[in-house]
């Protein structure tokens, strides 16, 4: 039997004991059903083999081939990832489009007496279903933008308010990346699918009664386009934003960036590409503080002729109006649970539209 995927934001497979993505590796990581696992039928090198048999030879031989090397890969997963399952497990299984990798895996559980489901149009359907609602519809929650120039530690703060109850996501530790030429994180960014079935996790079971807040960015968070829902929410989400020293910022910056600071030959290169921005003269300078292990002097130069002029040029181009303004002396560990108390008071009075 099939399963219609439902309504995306409160999905029919939350229902079932497991989610198994039958499809091949490939596929599986550049995106995957919420919460699915891995148990491809055919290996990424199985699949390109069948379907070269399938195109020169003739489908009858790819079906053969295939059916062997499914039966194959199916006992493995039955003996080394399911033997545990009681008689009560529910699975739903999918594949590209709800075809013959899912029936063919779902028959073989159903004889074991497994009461499993397949997802009708597989992933594809599930795709379908991102796409209309990051780039055809509306987003169906109200947002709050959480706002401060660099090193006013919002990623931090937006940790500390999901902590205190507040609805929260954090857009960078989603895609992967810190938002600015010195943001790359170890791992890298996912891709732009994985990105959006991470953005409807995210928001899944959210309350649109209250607010959700994320951090104020660009249309773009390394790699990764915002989607138009979501891009299209935010700016006309007013804005709460966090102000602090310059020294307190870079202080913080110093701490918050250790593992790029750990790297000098990765940092120095990628301060060459801020050249064109604000000079030879100014990047040689920031090159012989990296040499000199100068990293409070390098951020304070950073904020003050880099992020700085950058983000008063972003804010020449936001409508969204400023609905409060916290200040923070400093930005230490001991002070942001603080600053996080006052901004969730903040928050609890302004009106998200």
Same mark, same amino acid.
């Not at 109850?165 to 895609?175: I, K, S």
């Not at 935010?234 to 918050?256: F, H, N, S, T």
């Not at 951020?299 to 409060?324: C, F, N, S, W």
């Given at each position: 039997?099939?399963?219609?995927?439902?309504?995306?934001?409160?999905?029919?497979?939350?229902? #079932?004991?497991?989610?198994?993505?039958?499809?091949?590796?490939?596929? #599986?990581?550049?995106?995957?059903?919420?919460?699915?696992?891995?148990?491809?039928?055919?290996? $990424?090198?199985?699949?390109?083999?069948?379907?070269?048999?399938?195109?020169?030879?003739? &489908?009858?031989?790819?079906?053969?081939?295939?059916?062997?090397? !499914?039966?194959?890969?199916?006992?493995?997963?039955?003996?080394?990832?399911?033997?545990?399952?009681?008689?009560?497990?529910?699975? *739903?299984? =999918?594949?590209?489009?709800?075809?013959?990798?899912?029936?063919?895996?779902?028959?073989? *559980?159903?004889?074991?007496?497994?009461?499993?489901?397949?997802?009708?149009?597989?992933? +594809?359907?599930?795709?379908?279903? !991102?796409? $209309?609602?990051?780039?055809?519809?509306?987003?169906?929650?109200?947002?709050?933008?959480? $706002?401060?120039?660099?090193?006013?530690?919002?990623?931090?703060?937006?940790? *500390?308010?999901?902590?205190?109850?507040?609805?929260?996501?954090?857009?960078?530790?989603?895609?992967?990346? +810190?938002?600015?030429?010195?943001?790359?994180?170890?791992?890298?960014?996912?891709?732009?699918?994985?990105?959006?079935?991470?953005?409807?996790?995210? #928001?899944?079971? #959210?309350?649109?009664?209250?607010?959700?807040?994320?951090?104020?960015?660009?249309?773009?968070?390394?790699?990764?386009?915002?989607?138009?829902?979501?891009?299209?929410?935010?700016?006309?989400? &007013?804005?709460?934003?966090?102000?602090?020293?310059?020294?307190?910022?870079?202080?913080?910056?110093?701490?918050? =960036?250790?593992? *790029?600071?750990?790297?000098?030959?990765?940092?120095?290169?990628?301060?060459?590409?801020? +050249?064109?921005?604000?000079?030879?003269?100014? !990047?040689? %300078?920031?090159?012989?503080?990296?040499?000199?292990?100068?990293?409070?002097?390098?951020?304070?130069?950073?904020?003050?002729?880099?992020?700085?002029?950058?983000?008063?040029?972003?804010?020449?181009?936001? $409508?969204? &109006?400023?609905?409060?303004?916290?200040?923070?002396?400093?930005?230490?560990?001991?002070?942001?649970?603080?600053?996080?108390?006052?901004?969730?008071?903040?928050?609890? %009075?302004?009106?998200?539209?």
């Amino acid at each position: 039997m099939s399963v219609n995927l439902g309504d995306l934001w409160d999905g029919a497979w939350r229902g #079932f004991d497991t989610v198994i993505d039958v499809r091949a590796p490939a596929e #599986f990581a550049e995106d995957h059903l919420p919460g699915a696992i891995s148990l491809p039928v055919l290996s $990424d090198e199985e699949r390109a083999r069948v379907g070269t048999i399938y195109k020169q030879v003739s &489908p009858f031989d790819a079906r053969k081939i295939g059916a062997a090397l !499914v039966a194959r890969n199916a006992a493995r997963h039955i003996e080394t990832q399911l033997m545990d399952k009681p008689g009560g497990w529910q699975p *739903l299984v =999918y594949c590209w489009r709800g075809g013959q990798r899912s029936n063919s895996f779902a028959t073989i *559980l159903r004889q074991i007496g497994w009461r499993v489901e397949v997802l009708e149009g597989g992933y +594809r359907s599930y795709r379908r279903a !991102v796409v $209309d609602a990051l780039y055809h519809g509306d987003l169906p929650f109200r947002l709050i933008r959480l $706002d401060g120039n660099t090193g006013t530690a919002k990623t931090a703060l937006l940790a *500390l308010m999901k902590d205190r109850g507040v609805q929260v996501v954090d857009l960078e530790g989603l895609a992967g990346h +810190r938002g600015s030429i010195l943001g790359a994180v170890a791992g890298g960014q996912p891709s732009q699918k994985g990105f959006e079935s991470a953005l409807i996790t995210a #928001f899944r079971g #959210f309350d649109p009664a209250r607010p959700v807040v994320v951090e104020a960015e660009s249309a773009r968070i390394g790699a990764l386009r915002l989607p138009p829902a979501l891009w299209h929410a935010m700016i006309r989400a &007013p804005r709460v934003e966090v102000e602090a020293p310059v020294p307190a910022r870079a202080a913080y910056l110093a701490r918050a =960036y250790a593992d *790029l600071l750990a790297d000098p030959a990765e940092l120095t290169r990628l301060l060459e590409g801020l +050249r064109a921005l604000v000079g030879a003269e100014r !990047v040689a %300078q920031w090159r012989a503080m990296v040499e000199a292990k100068d990293w409070l002097t390098l951020a304070e130069g950073l904020v003050v002729h880099h992020y700085d002029p950058a983000y008063a040029r972003a804010r020449k181009r936001d $409508d969204a &109006p400023t609905a409060a303004v916290v200040e923070a002396e400093a930005l230490t560990d001991q002070a942001l649970p603080a600053i996080a108390d006052r901004l969730g008071q903040v928050l609890a %009075q302004v009106d998200p539209g």
